[in-house]
């Protein structure tokens, strides 16, 4: 009985469902950690190679997701440290822009796109990673303290302390330009 009901579960995993559609978001994290394109695409590689060879296990796994994003994010912090960590500032190819603004409005609302995207990147790499999976991901506090091996609290707290940054930094450099 039991051993069919592990098969089950596993069977409802599967790899090119599940998992395949997950190499954006393994992508845009390991992206924000590395600042590396080749480097995060890589990463991505060695991840969905090593969510593949832990198959026979996958019927454990509470969140295929936390697992995969979890693996990710340990390639790309051991990757970075061995590589002295570059400062390679990572942009956005698409803004949120609205559709009836002028080519000034536009033209300012790129720089203050490109100016919080700079400022989340030189936060401490742990509030810059909660910020890309909370805000640019979507994930759940639960999701991602079990990404980080954190408590929802901790989660909550770098996320509010990396947001008042971000605005504090935002603000003085809007207003007067520092």
Known sequence: MQNRLSDRKMQEIDFRTDILPLKDKLFRLALRITFDREEAEDIVQETLIRVWNKREEWHKIESIEAFCLTIAKNLAIDRNEKKDAQ???????????????SPHEDLVNKEQMQLIHRLIN?????????VQLRD??????KEIAD?????????KVNLF???QKVKQKFIGIDSYGL
């Open 87 to 101: 400062t390679v500032e990572l942009t956005t190819e698409t803004g949120i822009m609205p559709d009836a603004s």
């Open 122 to 130: 030189a936060l401490p790499e742990r509030q810059r990673i909660i």
């Open 136 to 141: 640019m991901e979507g994930k759940s506090y």
């Open 147 to 155: 990404v980080l091996d954190l408590t929802e609290e901790q989660v």
């Open 161 to 163: 302390r990396a947001r």
